[in-house]
């Protein structure tokens, strides 16, 4: 008997309905819809036409610093104040109340159909290894619902904030899933870069950073770490975050860096809800915009995705933590609003994350693990331009969210228009 089968689905791809078997956590079969008449299944879900996904993978994201905004003191008007504002009220975070913040998030992303997720957890003289601890213990707790990733963070800087670096090295020996660097924020950029990479390797682990988080086109931490990574042969295990100066490097000059990130397999994670709110801001006259340059990175074949980055703090003061909110910020922003691009964008949520990640076996084909979502809308572009409820969501062939939404409109008495998503699919 079968775990799971979902009648009558569309999928990305498939010219025709389909149905799903699941057995084992894994996808079985994908057969056209109605090909088996008799498949016994502990439970059968009847899709009705909707469209089923895999599940997104956010690959950026703060969640011991999430929703801070009822305690802020003070409205920052620069990354270097947001930094500051945010080391203060560290000061104040115990494990109880960043556990608490870090889950609101995470049961969002439950609901947004989100099955994995790197998180980057902040190690500095203040929290030291607390905020590691409490993402360890959800990492165990959210186990069937969710797979996470956890980066050693050292958002103060680690040669600027004595003890970082031994606090480094104790998260790998906990288990940590990668090295995090932000060179910008440390006393030498060169020292910064030569002790995390020399830590990633130690451990065997990927290295994901924060950099050339600036307007800045001087800013070129980025060619740096291409060249590392090639030198020492981690071509794919390096993830970049941000690079937002590269938005301001002239165009002559673009496509040979472009061409070296590419090279180095340097996966590039655009975070456009903080890049665009601190991008900018020091120009009076013909702002400039703040955001990586992702047409030009992915014409040059860099695998160039999208993450939430921060939820409600001085960094970005907005955010659900809603893969598809990222996906339409930066569809109007980096100008892809075609019908192509909407999939590519899909794309970069799901298969494009899913490779910075490092996931093996990920996706909707048989043998990979049953990890999806059912959207009530008839295509991907639909996806992006409705950002509709995901209406159920598995892990591993396992129910964990299920949203129902109604929208009815009273022309009069008699006249009900039902406008829900999925009544129009059906
Ligand atoms: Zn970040």
Redesign the pocket.
Known sequence: MLQLLIRNCVMQGKVMPVDVGVQGGRVEWILPSGQVADAPAERTVHANGQLLLPGFVEP?I?LEKAHLLERMQAEPASLQEAIRITGEMKRQFTKEDMRERSMRVLKRDVVNGVTHLRC?AEIDPVLKLTAVEVILELKEQMADVLDIQIVAFPQEGIFQQPGTAAWMEEALRMGVDAVGGIPYNDRDAEEHLAYVFGLAEKYGKPLDF?VDFSDNPDDRNIVRIADMTIERGLQGRVCA?HVTSLGSVMSSELPAIADRISEAGIHIIA?PATDLYLGGRGDMERPRRGLAPVKTLLERGVNVIFGT??IRNAFTPFGTGDPLDMAWLLAQTAYMGTGQEAEQLIRMATYGAASALGLSDYGLTPGCPADMALYPVRNVREVLLDRPERTQVWKRGKLTAETSKREQIYWDREHIDCVTHTKEVR
Do not use: E, I, T
């Open positions: 950026h703060h980057h924060h975050g975070l980055n921060n």
